[in-house]
């Protein structure tokens, strides 16, 4: 049965998870253990965030946090003051056990969920307020190193990971990352903030740049000691325990907060460590390989979150051609208009088929297993990045079909857009990532599970109506393998010249082979629409015949629009 667009007004006031069958495939697909315990939870957040997430996000954007630095008798608070919509949303999100439950054993479980249920509600939380999936996502992280990596060295930690892992909003403590600093960006190895022992532990002095969550009360940064030797391999993890009770007694400063073009919802300052209280966290001169397994979170759950931009932006443009009406028939019957909102739809599916593995592969790797880490250390990073650029394409597009009204702050693709803007930026550019690929490959043959998989995927395939499809996609595999030796056995320079198509040519033909598969086991039971999808996103992503493809005869975004777009 298809789904009616046609009857919202704008895609809120609804379940996300129930309108969003994508995600409800890829959760089917991939996520351990008892899946209807986790189906039910996220049914419950869906409709949290549809109903009142959402439109108190829309009013976040207008009323966004301010800081105060004094009081009224001139002291020094450092305080950020927030809506009281940007209150409930946290207490709401939190308290669903968007982080809670993956270390903790829920109130109805024995064990603690997966990793993979973590990032499954920040996807959903995405359709709402990507701002708010950033603190989400640290204080998660901050909660993973401190859980992986003991509790520091000068004094147990638990304290810290009880309150950043508690289901009651009163508890909770939020997690914050620390990273950059002016003179560094991606450079972490010019990291200048020392960190000089104490009788009672370590104090640091220094500035850090662009500080996201900044009044969280966790905050894992790097320093260097005194005698530290230079680079990456002389920097120390500390956890500083927060900025907000008063600036002078924690030694830590907000100087002032960006004026950002999205992502309003979460506080992102400027902040100076003036002799600032900190902790050790494991052992000396071993931060960046600690800081490293937080980025990993941190850069997966950035490819959820993308998706689920993506996924509101295409229920956006889907409520809107619905509605609008143009010469006499709304515009979704328009075959320029079914083209852009199949195209829309295979994206969204192709970026979340991708994300749910690389996710998958983080868990696993969470839970001990360390066969997935070549895997994960490949998919995450590409995930991450290819993400985040569909999530701007998609999004800017949403805006074109509101047209006007899209421009504007009254619709949300407004926001969409400049929430989206930031996600190929956070957690390391598309350069910083493609030269992360290449690591990878060199460091942990990384290449050699993600080939082994594709490979498999397309050896099972057997039902007649993709054996073309499968046929060009062995094609392209080819390819890649070739691209893979010709960068292996050329010079730096001209490995990192094609850093990026690599990058991109491992997403395309991976996800290729996972929609092919996927394809194969609805067609078996009856269903074709996967099978379309697979056959748009092949098309697009190693091109037409000749003629751009004019002359082929290809209507498939007209014979497939009700089942891909309308879920027929």
């Known amino acids: 049965m298809s789904i009616d667009y ?283 390989r600690y800081m490293s397994e937080m980025l990993n979170l941190e850069r997966i759950a950035n490819a959820f979150a993308s998706c689920g931009l993506i996924g509101r932006a295409l229920l956006e443009s889907k409520v809107r051609a619905a509605n609008r009406e143009a010469f006499g028939s709304t515009i979704d019957r328009y075959p320029l208009m079914r083209r852009d909102l199949v195209e829309m739809a295979v994206a969204h599916e192709a970026a979340t088929a991708f994300t749910f593995d690389a996710g998958r592969a983080f868990d696993r790797y969470h839970r001990g297993d360390e066969d997935a880490f070549a895997l994960m250390r490949l998919l995450v990073p590409i995930a991450k990045s290819r993400t985040g650029r569909m999530a701007v394409d998609v999004a800017s597009y949403a805006m074109e079909i509101h047209g006007g009204n899209g421009y504007v702050n009254d619709f949300v693709t407004n926001r969409l857009l400049r929430d989206a803007q930031v996600l190929p930026i956070w957690e390391g550019t598309s350069n910083i990532l493609s030269l992360d690929v290449l690591r990878a490959l060199a460091r942990e043959d990384a290449h050699e599970p993600a080939l082994a998989l594709t490979r498999d995927r397309l050896d099972g395939i057997e039902h007649d109506d993709l054996a073309d499809l499968v046929a060009t996609t062995r094609d392209e595999l080819d390819g890649l393998q070739e691209a893979l030796v010709t960068l292996a056995t050329e010079e730096e320079e001209y490995a990192q010249l094609h850093a990026k198509e690599l990058a991109e040519y491992v997403f395309d033909v991976y996800t290729a082979a996972l929609l092919l598969s996927e394809a194969d086991g609805e067609l078996a039971a009856g269903n074709r629409r996967k099978g379309l999808v697979a056959r748009q996103f092949v098309t697009d992503a190693f091109g037409r015949s000749a003629a751009r493809g004019i002359t082929s005869g290809d209507a498939l975004s007209l014979d497939g629009f009700e089942e891909i777009v309308r879920f027929a």
């Open 6 to 288: 046609g009857r919202f007004d704008r895609g809120r006031g609804m379940n996300y998870w129930q309108y969003d069958p994508v995600l409800q495939h890829e959760v089917e697909r991939t996520y351990p253990g008892d899946r209807g315990w986790a189906e039910e939870r996220f049914d419950e957040f869906g409709a949290i965030v549809g109903t009142t997430v959402a439109p108190n996000s829309d009013t976040i954007d207008e009323h966004g946090p301010e800081l105060r630095q004094y009081d009224r008798h001139g002291r020094l608070v450092n305080d950020i003051e927030y809506h009281p919509a940007q209150l409930e949303n946290e207490e709401l999100v939190y308290g669903a056990g968007i982080v809670a439950d993956s270390f903790r054993a829920p109130p109805d479980r024995d064990d603690p969920a997966s990793m993979l249920h973590h990032l499954t509600m920040d996807y959903l939380l995405a359709y709402a307020d990507v701002g708010l999936t950033c603190p989400v996502a640290m204080t998660a992280g901050v909660a993973l190193v401190l859980e992986r990596f003991d509790h520091g060295s000068d004094g147990s930690l638990s304290e810290f990971f009880d309150r950043l892992t508690a289901r009651e909003y009163d508890d909770l403590l939020q997690g914050a990352m620390f990273l950059t600093e002016r003179q560094g960006g991606s450079d972490v190895g010019a990291t200048e903030t020392v960190a000089e022992r104490t009788d009672d532990g370590w104090e640091l002095t220094g500035e850090k740049w662009f500080c996201s969550n900044v009044d969280s009360g966790a905050i894992l940064t790097l320093a260097r000691t005194p005698d530290a030797p230079d680079g990456t391999e002389g920097l120390s993890l500390f956890l500083v325990p927060g900025t907000t009770s008063n600036g002078e007694r924690d030694g830590a400063f907000v100087r002032r907060l960006k004026d950002k073009l999205g992502t309003v919802s979460v506080p992102t300052g400027e902040v100076e460590f003036r002799g600032a209280e900190a902790h050790l966290v494991g052992e000396l001169e071993s931060g960046f």
